[in-house]
C-alpha cells in the first residue's frame, strides 16, 4: 500500500513526458501552441523539473499547512518572474538562482530542517522569480502569452503534486528515507547544473 504515491508519481510523470514529447510538434501553433510550448517546458528542462518536485516534497515534510501553501506559493510568484521576463526587466544570475532551488530545496528535504511557514514561503518564492524569469524570457514569439503563461503554471502544479504524492511516503520510517534520498538526489542534480557537469 505504500508504494502507491510512488507508482501514481511514476504515472503521471510519464505521462507528461509523453505529452510534451507532443506537444513540441505543434509548437508555435496559435493559443494550441502556445499552451502546448508553456506546459512542455518546466517538465522538459530537468533544472525546473528537479526544483519543482522539491517543493512539494518540501510542503509533504513540513507538514499542513505548509504542505499546500508552498505549491500554491511557487506558481503565483512564478507567474510574476514570468512577466517580468516578458516585459524584458533584466535579472542577474537567472540560472544560477534556478540552479540553486535545486541544490537549497533538495538539502531541505534531505535535511528535514524545520523552517517556519513564512520563511519556507520566502525561500520558496525567491526561487519561483528565477523559475519564472526563464519561462518568461523563453516565450516562443508566435506563442500566445497567457496560454503559455497557462501552460506553464498547470505543468508546474502537476510537478508540484507529483513531490507531494511522493512526499506523503514520509509518515512511515521507510519512507522517510526514500524523501531523503529523494531530497539528496535533487540537491546533486542541482549541484551538477550549478557546475555545468549537466
Known sequence: MR?????????????????????????????AGGFASGFSHPILGWDHVVAMVAVGLWGAVLGRPALWILPLVFPLVMALGAAAGILGLPLPAVETGIALSGVVLGLMVALALPAPLWLAGVVTGVFAIFHGHAHGTELPQAATPLAYG????????????GGIGLGLLWNSRHGQMAVRAAGLAIAAAGGAFLTGIA
Not at 511514476?10 to 496559435?30: D, F, I, K, R, W
Open 3 to 31: 508504494r502507491t504515491p510512488l507508482i501514481t508519481l511514476s504515472l503521471v510523470l510519464a505521462a507528461l513526458m509523453l505529452q510534451a514529447g507532443t506537444a513540441q510538434a505543434h509548437e508555435g501553433a496559435g493559443i
Open 150 to 161: 497557462l501552460g506553464f503554471v498547470l505543468a508546474t502544479g502537476m510537478l508540484h503534486l
